[in-house]
């Protein structure tokens, strides 16, 4: 038996969505474990010091389902800790080389290790998380993922995929291009 259940989470920014969710007993633990969060037993313990079994937490953070929800997400700011955990996730990317990329100097998320990224920042962080999502979903796996990510696409005029995360454009071509692959559609 399946019933809607409204998203309530108390923050400054609204609701991921609306969503189904299974009522039967031990469900929210297991989601709650996919979201990082302690079962019970378990020691609670910083998100920020798990690296990447968190990714889906922080996904589950920031990324909006809707253009609007979106916009919010950047204008509030990606906290540079969580930022820090994106980072730490990819294993094929150093993370200079992905800092760099973004437009974000290493020294700016060090000096705001216990602040937010700006919203230019935080718009790019924000497409990472969502490029990475969709390119481990077309292409199979992470690992694929981050190489299709780091290496040039004749599409994409020869540019890596991970350089145009700095702006709205590039950020759409490689949406665009990734719904492209998924669909078979590559003229």
């Given at each position: 038996m399946v019933t809607i259940v409204k998203n309530t989470m108390t923050s400054?920014?609204?609701p991921l969505s609306d969503h189904l969710e299974p009522r039967n007993p031990g469900d929210h633990k297991r989601q709650e474990a996919a979201m990082g969060k302690p079962m019970k037993g378990q020691r609670k313990s910083n998100p920020h010091e798990l690296g990447a079994e968190?990714?889906?937490w922080v996904m589950h953070k920031y990324v909006a389902d809707n253009p609007?929800?979106?916009h919010r997400r950047v204008m509030q700011g990606v906290a540079s800790k969580d930022f820090a955990v994106v980072l730490k996730t990819f294993s094929s990317i150093p993370s200079d080389e992905l800092l760099r990329a973004m437009g974000i100097s290493g020294r700016t998320l060090l000096r705001k290790q216990d602040d937010r990224l700006n919203a230019q920042h935080s718009n790019?962080?924000?497409?990472?998380?969502e490029v990475t999502?969709?390119?481990t979903r077309v292409m199979g796996s992470r690992e694929a993922a981050e190489k299709w990510l780091s290496?040039?696409?004749v599409a994409l005029e020869d540019e890596k995929p991970m350089n145009l995360l700095c702006s709205a454009p590039g950020i759409e071509a490689i949406k665009e291009l990734l719904t492209r692959i998924e669909y078979g559609v590559y003229a």
């Open positions: 400054t920014s609204p968190n990714w889906g609007v929800g979106r790019a962080a924000i497409a990472l998380m999502e969709q390119a290496q040039k696409a």
